[in-house]
């Protein structure tokens, strides 16, 4: 085996994907399927995707349900002697609205799956890990503030500081917690948006690349920072975003 191969190889790897079924969700599961990983838990709920991967498992989940967060991981930790090896964190919804008019409801459903479940999964499932990755998905709502949209970008600087608090807090176990921030996705999910042309051409505009983003770039980056390739590579934030959060005026 090349160095390469050896280095991204998740081979013998136990993997953990919620928001599977979503455009970056889907790429993602995939991309570590691929390298070699012997179970990918693909999690949504509702899930009764069709992979075309023998080791991916469907499992449906909702992430605003504590007791089944809780049931899932003692599904994994008693199928698996270490657990889970890999967590990514994927799963986000957002809800936009004037500042005023944003209801509690929904900023409530926007904490529970963005930040809270994050939490519980990756608490719940480090206790059995011996060594590992967790990769957080945030956003470039990470860094920047954007309008109408409170709950999300609240939730998402949230989770950035949930990577380095867990980073620190799981180190000694050998566990690596990074965060990768998309920027602008060409997914079901931002389909209003790059659907639009002259918010197509704005986006674009931001970023140096002059295009959108799409569910493979995040995903090579998820591959990196799930494999031995940043085996010394911890509390970090890697904005996949095409330079927008670097770029000036």
């Not at 949504?44 to 049931?71: C, F, G, K, M, T």
């Not at 926007?110 to 608490?123: D, E, H, I």
Request: proline share 2%.
């Amino acid at each position: 085996m090349s160095y390469l191969d050896s280095v991204f190889s998740l081979s013998g790897k136990v993997v953990v994907v919620t928001g599977a079924n979503g455009g970056i969700g889907q790429a993602i599961t995939l991309s570590l399927a691929e390298a070699g990983a012997s179970k990918v838990y693909a999690l949504d709920l509702d899930n009764n995707a069709v992979w075309p991967n023998s080791n991916i498992e469907n499992y449906s989940l909702d992430l605003q349900d504590e007791n089944q967060i809780n049931r899932f991981v003692e599904y994994v930790d008693r199928r698996h002697t270490h657990g889970a090896s890999i967590l990514v964190n994927c799963a986000g919804v957002t809800f936009t609205n004037d500042f005023f008019d944003y209801s509690n409801e929904d900023w409530d459903t926007t904490y529970r799956v963005n930040l809270l479940a994050p939490y519980l999964l990756s608490k719940g499932l480090a206790k059995n890990m011996s060594g590992g990755s967790i990769v957080n998905i945030t956003s470039l709502n990470a860094e920047l503030a954007f309008p109408n949209n409170p709950a999300y970008v609240t939730t998402k600087h949230g989770l950035k500081g949930l990577t380095k608090t867990l980073a620190l807090e799981l180190g000694r176990k050998n566990i690596r917690v990074n965060n990768v921030g998309p920027g602008y996705i060409k997914t079901e999910m931002t389909k209003k948006s790059w659907s639009n042309d002259t918010i197509h051409e704005e986006r674009k505009k931001k970023t140096f690349l002059n295009r959108w983003g799409t569910p493979t770039d995040i995903a090579g980056t998820v591959l990196f920072l799930a494999s031995d390739a940043s085996s010394y590579i911890t509390g970090q934030d890697i904005y996949v975003d095409g330079g927008w959060t670097a770029k000036g005026l």
